[in-house]
């Protein structure tokens, strides 16, 4: 089955750790980007990635850190520098068609706690 | 700013009556999305309409598209309690930067 898939589902990380999280697609898509959600709100873009070895900082990238060292991973590690990393994480995916967005896809997110 | 605005930011509705969202943008688009998220899920793409078509449908969904108000509106037709959800627009720039910007979202509660 083609699609994205981020792991894990819930994740706890004690202040003052680094944590790492998946996001892999089989999709064969160009672009992939990480979001933050904050209960009721939108989302809030972190990275994104058009291509391989290629990544641009988006809205809120202060405590974050990303790679892109295959087109099917993605992953986005939350360090320590982020004062507030309790949230909702969401990792998309998308088809570039003469320059521009098409279809995003979307994985199931992780909620990261930190306890 | 690339990112859209929805218009209304809640909107509660009876099964079976239509919902209307609103969004609005500032730069000139190529195309312009519309996504829907579940509580606690992933956002799940409905519908893309570009920048030269004007009305798009869906099944129960149509979307318009009005370049010279820089806005676009999604309906929803004879809703049901499993459309319950955050609705969002996404428009994508003509300069476009590789940005996937979304705004705050409309939720939309449709009772039984």
């Known amino acids: 089955d083609g699609g994205i898939t981020q792991s894990p589902k819930y994740l706890f990380r004690k202040e003052g750790q680094n944590v790492t999280l998946s996001c892999e697609q089989n999709?064969?898509?160009?672009?992939m980007y990480w979001y933050r959600q904050d209960p009721g709100q939108g989302l809030r873009l972190i990275y994104y990635s058009q291509i391989v070895n290629d990544f641009q900082k988006g809205d809120i990238a202060e405590g974050y850190s990303v790679s892109r060292e295959k087109k099917e991973s993605f992953p986005l590690t939350v360090t320590s520098a982020q004062k507030n990393p309790t949230a909702f994480y969401l990792c998309?995916?998308?088809?570039?068609?003469?320059?521009?967005?098409?279809?995003?896809?979307f994985g199931q997110g992780t909620r990261l706690t930190v306890v | 700013s690339q990112q859209g605005e929805e218009d209304p930011q809640a909107l509660s509705i009876q099964e079976g009556e239509n919902a209307t969202m609103n969004c609005s943008y500032k730069?000139?688009?190529?195309?312009l999305q519309w996504y829907r998220q579940n509580s606690g899920r992933g956002l799940v793409h409905l519908i893309l309409i570009r920048s030269n078509e004007r009305e798009k449908h869906s099944g129960r969904l149509r979307v318009t598209l009005d370049t010279s108000k820089k806005s676009s509106s999604l309906l929803i037709t004879a809703s049901r309690a499993a459309d319950t959800a955050s609705y969002f627009c996404a428009p994508i720039g003509s300069g476009n930067t590789g940005k996937l910007i979304f705004g705050q979202g409309t939720t939309l509660q449709v009772k039984p």
């Open positions: 998309a995916s998308s088809i570039r068609k003469d320059r521009w967005n098409t279809e995003a896809f």
């Open positions: 730069t000139s688009i190529n195309n």
């Open positions: 999709l064969n898509h160009d672009a």
